[in-house]
């Protein structure tokens, strides 16, 4: 756990759009090693303020613990996923919060960590899971799923073209061994999708590391769920920030923002307001803001980074 690490992305735009305040109570939903935990938290710890980190992964949480044990009694961290946000604030008697984050990328200590098996990039089990306490490992998904449900995730999770293909070759290759390390799935995706058609700028396993990951994580219903609440917790004048990593992520994010700053839903004939919604928050981002090119440059995982921001009314 030494050297835990993971660059924070776009951290002078988190704490300009969160405006943290003094005496204000704010959640980091995704903690990971604390980065914009720590910048929000030397905004509103002074004057009786507090900062509720969360996250899944119980190495992430150690190493969060660490960089902010200077802040004392106004950090409370919690093992869980943000999904279940409800229960976590009912347990510290939290009602309400002033603002809250949403880093939803992956850290480069998961990334590049032996045994964790979010990448093709080392040999290891096909584990994925965020919280390896408990849940399906990205391994007995493979070898148990029917071809159409892989078939599914792929394309849908990793919007993989040769999702049928890569499905087909994983059900043909389990039938002789079953499949239990990284780089014995991205041979297998690699012999699925033609040599000629690999995009010159990512790995043809990409897409589907992508799709598993998520599905093992449950991380798109997570985020809506968790989304949600958090926005439904914020007092009037909070403000929330979600920063996405790709394409799905971002259009739940967007959608949500946008359904909730809309107000009358009524037919268009109808003269006059019957349903009596008004808008609930106010979109501070047009567009997504994403990363300037010196902080790419510094850290290259932040190339695919979209960042959003509401303020509740």
Known sequence: ??????????????????????????????????????????????????????????????????????????IRLLHGNFSELERHLSGLGIERLDGFILDLGVS???????????SFQQDAPLDMRMDTSGGETAAELLNELPERELERIIREYGEERWARRIAAFIVKAREEAPLERTLQLADIVKGAIPRAKWEER????????????????????????????AIERLNPGGRGVVISFHSLEDRIVKQTFRDYASGCICPRHLPLCVCGRKPRVRVLTGRP???????????????????????KL
């Open 202 to 229: 990512i790995h043809p396993a990409t897409r589907t590391f992508q799709a598993l990951r998520i599905a093992v994580n449950r991380e798109l219903e997570s985020l809506e769920t968790g989304l949600r609440a």
């Open 108 to 118: 480069s200590h998961q990334l590049d960590s032996a045994g964790r098996g979010f």
């Open 289 to 311: 803001l994403t990363a300037g090119e010196e902080e790419i440059a510094r850290n290259p995982r932040a190339r695919s980074a979209k960042m959003r921001a509401i303020e």
């Open 1 to 74: 756990m030494e050297g835990f690490r993971h660059l924070s992305v776009m951290p002078d735009e988190v704490v300009r759009l969160l405006a943290p305040k003094r005496g204000g109570i704010y959640l980091d939903g995704t903690l990971g090693g604390g980065g914009h935990a720590a910048l929000i938290a030397e905004q509103c710890i002074p004057e009786g303020g507090m900062l509720i980190g969360i996250d899944q992964d119980r190495e992430a949480l150690e190493a969060a613990g660490r960089r902010l044990a200077g802040f004392g009694s106004g």
